[in-house]
């Protein structure tokens, strides 16, 4: 296990296998829209265009691979910058909302 500091003085906690590939970019730290959670996010790179849709590339999306808007990653123990694979969990949007 790794961390990864952001912006504000917070870090995300990532796995080791994936620590390599995730400090080739500058990660930030995000508010969702209701100001309750962080997120770890960087911004997307002009090459990235037709792999990740929006400006904004989120870290856990990043590790899983996840690119469909439909799937969600929900974070089994609620630490949203805790983004080791074992915390993250694939889930259908519609499913999540409910």
Do not use: C, P
């Not at 003085?9 to 508010?31: H, P, Q, S």
């Not at 002009?46 to 999306?61: A, D």
Request: aromatic residues 10%.
């Amino acid at each position: 296990m790794k961390r990864i500091k952001l912006s504000r003085g917070k870090f995300a906690t990532v796995d080791n296998d994936d620590y390599e590939r995730l400090m080739n970019y500058k990660w930030y730290i995000n508010e969702n829209a209701e100001k309750t959670k962080l997120y770890a996010m960087r911004s997307r790179l002009k090459e990235e265009e037709k792999t990740f849709s929006g400006t904004k590339v989120y870290m856990h999306r990043f590790i899983m691979n996840v690119k469909d808007k439909a799937i969600a990653i929900k974070h089994k123990n609620g630490n949203t910058l805790d983004n080791r694979k074992d915390n993250l969990i694939l889930i259908k949007r519609k499913i999540q909302r409910k």
